[in-house]
């Protein structure tokens, strides 16, 4: 697939995307989604690839879904397609880790694009928030459910209530648990591929199970939870890099994991 919308690069083993429609703030149109989607996916299913980087530009991760695409659609139109939902889950989909860099705007779907990475590394710049209540719509993609696990309900309901009179800067997104990490925005994407190749050096199997039990979190009841977390750390003993880690601390040398 021939990508307009999106730039992707492969540093040694981090697939780096960078959205790319500068004249509209990276607005996440069908067709940059679809572009998004298809290199998620393929990056996901490459062996060589270790972690996945998503990112925009300095002045917008992504200011939204598309809005001039959208203004002229019906109710019937976005539910019969099932609007914003086949191509808007392939990040969240990502069995690899994938890390959002995100510098200036992260607004509507773009705050919720970065929320469905697995975290999410914030330049200075940055600004989150769910405009969509200025538009009379509500968000779509996630921001009224996943924002308050993130911020709190206090902090999400009067983002989501607000609009664009509430944004979050990238000072307080730390603060609240929206975003890991502060980097100036010079240095956020070094710092981003820094982080994602040290991840790289680590088991995929073992960082899929990982991941994938940090996510129960937020679906499953604690209980419930534990007990998953339980059975996927057993079903580690069953590979050979958890042989190979933990051999090598015993001989105080770094492991060489083979995804096995
Ligand atoms: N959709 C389409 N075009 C957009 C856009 C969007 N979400 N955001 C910005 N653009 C376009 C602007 O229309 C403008 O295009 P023209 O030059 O052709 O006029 C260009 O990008 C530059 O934008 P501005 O001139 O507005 O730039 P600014 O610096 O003055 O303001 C901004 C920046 C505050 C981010 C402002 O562009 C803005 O408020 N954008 C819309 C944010 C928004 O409401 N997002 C939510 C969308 S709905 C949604 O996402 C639903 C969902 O949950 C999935």
Same mark, same amino acid.
């Given at each position: 697939?021939?990508? !307009?919308?999106? *730039?992707?690069?492969?540093? =040694? @083993?981090?697939? /780096?995307?960078?959205?790319?429609?500068?004249?509209?703030?990276?607005?996440?149109?069908? +067709?940059?989604?679809?572009? /998004?989607?298809?290199?998620? +996916?393929?990056?996901?299913?490459? @062996?060589?690839?270790?972690?996945?980087?998503?990112?925009?530009?300095? *002045?917008?991760?992504?200011?939204?879904?598309?809005?001039?695409?959208?203004?002229?659609?019906?109710?019937?139109?976005?539910?019969? &397609?099932?609007?914003?939902?086949?191509?808007? +889950?392939?990040?969240?989909?990502?069995?690899?880790?994938?890390?959002?860099?995100?510098?200036?705007?992260?607004?509507?779907?773009?705050?919720?694009?970065?929320?469905?990475?697995?975290?999410?590394?914030?330049?200075?710049?940055?600004?989150?928030?769910?405009?969509?209540?200025?538009?009379?719509?509500?968000?779509?993609?996630?921001?009224?459910?996943?924002?308050?696990?993130?911020?709190?309900? &206090?902090?999400?309901?009067?983002?989501?209530?607000?609009?664009?009179?509430?944004?979050?800067?990238?000072?307080?997104?730390?603060?609240?648990?929206?975003? &890991?990490?502060?980097? &100036? =925005?010079?240095? /956020?994407?070094? +710092?981003?591929?820094?982080?994602?190749? *040290?991840?790289?050096?680590?088991? %995929?199997?073992? /960082? %899929?199970?990982?991941?994938?039990?940090? *996510?129960?979190?937020?679906?499953?009841?604690?209980?419930?939870?534990?007990?998953?977390?339980?059975?996927?750390?057993?079903?580690?003993?069953?590979?050979?890099?958890?042989?190979?880690?933990?051999?090598?601390?015993?001989? !105080?040398?770094?492991?060489?994991? !083979?995804?096995?």
């Amino acid at each position: 697939m021939e990508y !307009k919308n999106i *730039k992707v690069v492969i540093k =040694d @083993s981090v697939g /780096l995307i960078t959205l790319n429609r500068p004249k509209a703030l990276n607005a996440l149109s069908p +067709e940059l989604m679809s572009e /998004l989607s298809h290199c998620v +996916e393929t990056l996901d299913s490459d @062996s060589k690839i270790g972690c996945l980087v998503l990112t925009g530009s300095s *002045k917008a991760f992504a200011a939204g879904a598309d809005i001039k695409e959208m203004r002229g659609k019906s109710y019937m139109d976005v539910y019969k &397609s099932d609007f914003i939902t086949k191509d808007w +889950e392939a990040v969240s989909r990502c069995r690899k880790p994938i890390i959002a860099a995100v510098a200036g705007y992260a607004l509507g779907g773009g705050c919720e694009l970065a929320m469905m990475c697995d975290f999410i590394l914030a330049g200075e710049s940055a600004k989150f928030g769910q405009p969509e209540i200025n538009l009379g719509v509500i968000p779509g993609a996630g921001g009224t459910q996943r924002l308050p696990r993130f911020v709190g309900k &206090s902090k999400a309901m009067e983002m989501v209530l607000l609009g664009q009179d509430r944004l979050m800067s990238a000072t307080e997104a730390e603060r609240s648990g929206l975003v &890991s990490r502060v980097i &100036s =925005d010079e240095k /956020l994407i070094e +710092e981003a591929l820094r982080t994602a190749g *040290k991840i790289c050096k680590l088991s %995929m199997p073992i /960082l %899929m199970m990982a991941k994938e039990s940090v *996510k129960r979190a937020y679906e499953v009841n604690m209980v419930e939870g534990v007990r998953f977390e339980r059975r996927l750390f057993h079903s580690t003993f069953s590979t050979q890099d958890k042989e190979e880690g933990m051999a090598a601390f015993v001989e !105080k040398r770094p492991p060489n994991f !083979k995804d096995k």
